[in-house]
């Protein structure tokens, strides 16, 4: 293999780590051939795949991306169930690289024995003698606590042997055992006591709970504070216990989850196959079909199953009505008709199992999704609206202001369906003079961008997207005829989702289902999240930066830089004066004071912010309740600072003159 295609297998593979969910799951390295050559679990998958790719490497990992070829994914539900489905699938496949790293131990179950007066212990062996078995459980100290919680509550026999004796042992004069071996108790009330057990360890244990919590609260009231300690611990391993397993739940039958996910006419099917107890397959398969959701699921069906893949007694499956057909087709083929069920409200380990299902599908509808692109879209859209050019460079514009202040404009570039945020682009628009017309606002953001690049020479987009209808269509296509421009440009209104292409009488409808649609809203609520989120951080700024401009030492460059780096007041408040002064390189007096201003800026804030609550829950607001409230909006910019996803370093740092 030459170094070319190397370093594409390389950086193919550290696309899936990249594209991979922030998910607890299992991970799988295949090699040339798909076969599993590694499983590995990980809290946070894409975190653990990314390890792969940084720093230095050693030799088994250098071995791993040498002989690695493609990586899947299984999400599950929390560490716990990677540890036990990591472990069933190496033990399962084999693979290469886990044989001299795995010990191959096997968790802890308990076991409830067959017969009459059965024992209740903690084992790491499976006996097929018609005992019931409850876990695996990882969590081996709340395992111990809830077994000895059972062993106060319920007086179970402990001898190995159940034999005959003339006198009961030392356990039954502690109150912990029924003596069976002596006659002291009926068959059925042992069994009462074994039925609340089985309720127990299956997470039927919300009476028992508000019992011990009772109990738990007495002691406490009593002033008994270690009794009442002991009693909580033993609430949270009864709880720890009651968590659903989707990947090891004892459970002999055959069964297969079925879930789905889908977008337009893509959709993808997870197949979770239980047996014997254990998650023994995942199987991940897409579609692209035209039919009803209930008709595409049938169809699936009819195609996984077959003589090499037969189906088991049970297949669960979300909301969904079988048909006759549908179990003509399992009789005719397989000789009998699996139960096809949707699990009741109840049915916690169900439910969790398809709940799992569906989040693998969403998560490789994504992957595929992903995988497409935007080509398909873009194509549409073309078609569409009878673009000249096929749309890989779209630019979006949207306005905001408050009350005609702190007007800005902003511009978002998107690249083959994505944000190509270096090109983005922000504008404090100048023409307006405090006036609120959304129509000279574009046409000032559109006149600034493109006679710059017409000017300089450089290329224009293949579509131009306004946010608004008509009048903000025809306001951006007067400057482009003023500049001489041959470029497309359509406009998105908000209310009915319409396309408004210029000087058109009527505006285009999409199915809102079309990806051609999907791919202009992306365009428009990103260009709206960057306008609004520059509007707020002008808002902000100018209402505070006097606060540091007016100490002694600090200017308005050095009060904007404060306030860049820190992104708000509470922030610099928060700082020690020696980080302040080394960060900003100020002196360590200079820190001071601006802490100490800040933080009396603050408490005047919050002063005037109660004063104008209690305004407003007056009959009338006083003369100065106008100023109040510019100064509680202000309040909320600064809350607007800490806006999830928004990077303040990438996007913030180009502003058109």
């Not at 090499?308 to 079988?322: E, M, Q, T, V």
């Not at 998560?363 to 078609?383: H, K, N, T, V, W």
């Not at 994505?418 to 003079?433: A, C, E, G, S, V």
């Not at 999409?510 to 260009?527: F, G, I, M, Y």
């Amino acid at each position: 293999m030459n170094h070319e295609k190397i370093s594409e297998k390389y950086d193919n593979l550290r696309d899936s780590a990249r594209n991979t969910p922030m998910e607890p799951g299992v991970y799988i390295w295949r090699d040339g051939e798909s076969r599993i050559i590694y499983v590995g679990k990980a809290r946070i998958l894409r975190n653990r795949l990314n390890s792969y790719f940084g720093g230095s490497k050693d030799v088994k990992t250098a071995a791993l991306i040498r002989h690695g070829r493609s990586i899947e994914t299984i999400i599950v539900s929390n560490e716990y169930e990677a540890l036990l489905l990591e472990n069933t699938l190496i033990k399962q496949h084999n693979p290469k690289y886990n044989i001299s790293l795995k010990d191959g131990k096997t968790y802890p179950v308990v076991r409830i024995t067959a017969g009459p007066f059965p024992r209740v212990f903690s084992t790491r062996h499976i006996v097929q003698d018609g005992s019931l078995y409850f876990g695996p459980f990882a969590n081996v100290q709340a395992l111990n606590r809830t077994l000895a919680m059972i062993e106060k509550l319920f007086p179970l026999r402990k001898c190995r042997t159940l034999k005959k004796r003339e006198s009961p042992c030392m356990y039954h004069h502690i109150n912990r055992c029924l003596a069976p071996c002596c006659g002291r108790v009926e068959e059925a009330a042992y069994e009462s006591h074994i039925e609340r057990v089985q309720k127990l360890l299956a997470g039927e244990n919300s009476a028992l709970v508000l019992e011990l919590t009772e109990q738990m609260h007495e002691a406490a009231r009593a002033l008994k504070f270690e009794e009442a300690a002991d009693l909580r611990n033993v609430i949270q391993a009864v709880e720890s216990l009651a968590e659903n397993n989707s990947v090891e739940d004892m459970d002999p039958e055959s069964r297969d989850y079925i879930a789905w996910a889908l977008d337009g006419i893509f959709t993808c099917f997870s197949v979770l196959s239980m047996r014997g107890g254990r998650m023994t397959g995942h199987e991940l398969f897409s579609s692209r079909s035209a039919a009803e959701e209930h008709e595409s699921l049938e169809s699936f069906i009819v195609a996984y199953y077959s003589p090499d893949r037969p189906p088991p007694p049970r297949i669960y499956l979300g909301a969904f009505s079988p048909n006759t057909a549908l179990n003509q087709f399992f009789f005719e083929h397989f000789g009998f008709s699996p139960e096809l069920v949707s699990p009741a409200a109840g049915e916690k380990r169900h439910l969790a199992a398809l709940a799992l299902a569906r989040q693998n599908a969403q998560e490789e509808l994504r992957r595929r999704m992903r995988e497409r692109g935007a080509g398909p879209a873009m194509d549409e859209l073309r078609r569409l609206l009878g673009l000249k050019n096929r749309p890989e460079r779209i630019e979006g514009f949207d306005v905001s202001h408050l009350d005609g202040k702190y007007q800005v404009a902003s511009l978002v570039s998107f690249k083959n369906g994505l944000p190509d945020r270096k090109n983005y682009r922000r504008f404090k628009l100048r023409t307006l003079q405090g006036q609120i017309d959304d129509f000279a606002a574009i046409k000032e953001a559109v006149q600034r961008r493109y006679s710059r690049l017409v000017r300089e020479g450089q290329e224009l987009p293949d579509l131009v997207l306004v946010d608004g209808g008509l009048g903000q269509v025809n306001s951006a296509a007067a400057v482009f005829e003023e500049l001489g421009i041959d470029c497309d440009l359509a406009g998105l209104a908000k209310r009915d989702e319409e396309l408004w292409l210029p000087k058109a009488r009527e505006p285009i409808k999409l199915s809102r289902r079309a990806e051609a649609l999907k791919l202009l809203q992306h365009v428009r609520d990103e260009s709206h999240r960057f306008a609004t989120r520059h509007n707020l951080l002008l808002r902000s700024k100018e209402l505070y930066l006097p606060v540091l401009e007016s100490i002694e030492g600090i200017g308005p460059k050095r009060a904007a830089a404060l306030m860049q780096h820190y992104g708000n007041l509470e922030r610099i408040a928060a700082t020690e004066p020696e980080d302040l002064a080394e960060s900003c390189r100020i002196s360590l007096t200079a820190a001071r004071a601006v802490r100490a201003a800040v933080r009396l800026a603050l408490e005047d804030r919050a002063a005037r912010k109660e004063r104008f609550t209690a305004s407003r829950k007056a009959p009338r607001m006083g003369p100065g309740a106008a100023a109040l409230a510019d100064e509680a909006f202000a309040d909320q910019a600064f809350a607007a600072e800490d806006e999830p996803g928004y990077s303040a370093g990438g996007e913030e740092t180009h502003i058109e003159k």
